[in-house]
Each structure stands twice: as C-alpha cells, then as structure tokens.
C-alpha cells in the first residue's frame, strides 16, 4: 500500500522570507516528479503570470459589485415609483358612513373606534397624571411657602429620612 501523495503538477509555490538586511526576499520551491528543489530568486525561473487571473478575478468582483448596486437601484426605483403612484401591497380600506352601518357597527365603533370612548378614556387618564403631580407640588411646597396654610409638620431632613426610631 502506497501512501504517498501524488506529485503536483509542476507548479511554483512561492514562500517569502526574511533576511538580516530586513528585505523580503523570496524563496522558489519547485515542486516537479515528487522531488523538491529549493532555489533563490537569483536562480528560480520565474513563476508562471497570474495577472490575467487575477484581472478575472477584479472583473469578477466588480460585476458582483455592480450588480448588487443596479439590483440595490432597480429596488429602490420600484418602490418610489409603487409610492408616487399610490399603490402598494396596502389597500386602502374605504369606511363606511354612519347612515350605513349597523347597529353593531355603530357600536363598536362609539367604543373603540378612533376617537371612540376608549380613546378619550386614556387622554383623560394620561392627563390626570401630570394634574394630579402638580396638584400635589402646589399643596405640598407652593402654598405653605406663600403663607397661605401651615402643615402639621415641616419637612424632614434627610438624616430623619433612615433614621428609625
């Protein structure tokens, strides 16, 4: 049973390396027939042109990149025109007038509709809030300082806040 592995074909394997003078030199490794030859820059023939590979590469890239950006575009362009036209994926639901909904409806809609009881219920709810707050700020800091009623007892300092007794 032969486990070795099968010679590359004749290609150039490229390994840089540093030398004392800080250079990056590099180092051919010739790989041919299961035998590797080591030689420098000086001796090494030179390693076959990538160029055009790597231009097919750039040019695979940038018609990737190119096409992201007309695709990116078009959907842009579909949207905006799907918006100035004003149709969409949203259709307009047409309401119905009061004389022709039922009684049902006409319920329904007293109560939850959009300026139905539960609206007004939580405007007034929202704003009994801040009433109430500043209710408390007048009566509590307002009034005794304007002399207009005393408290039973002025307020604590803070030490009297932790302070069990």
Known sequence: MNLTRPPLHSSFLLKPTLHSHHRLNRTVVAVSNGEN???????ATPPPDTSSTTTTKQQKRKLKVKSRRRRRDDEEDRVLAMAA????RKEEVKKKGWEEMTLAEKAVELYLGEKGALFWLNKFAYASIFIIIGGWILFR????????YQLESPLLAPSDLFNEK
């Open 85 to 88: 036209s004003g149709t969409g």
């Open 37 to 43: 030859n080591v030689t420098t820059n000086s001796e």
């Open 141 to 148: 800091f307002v009034g005794p300082s304007l002399g207009l």
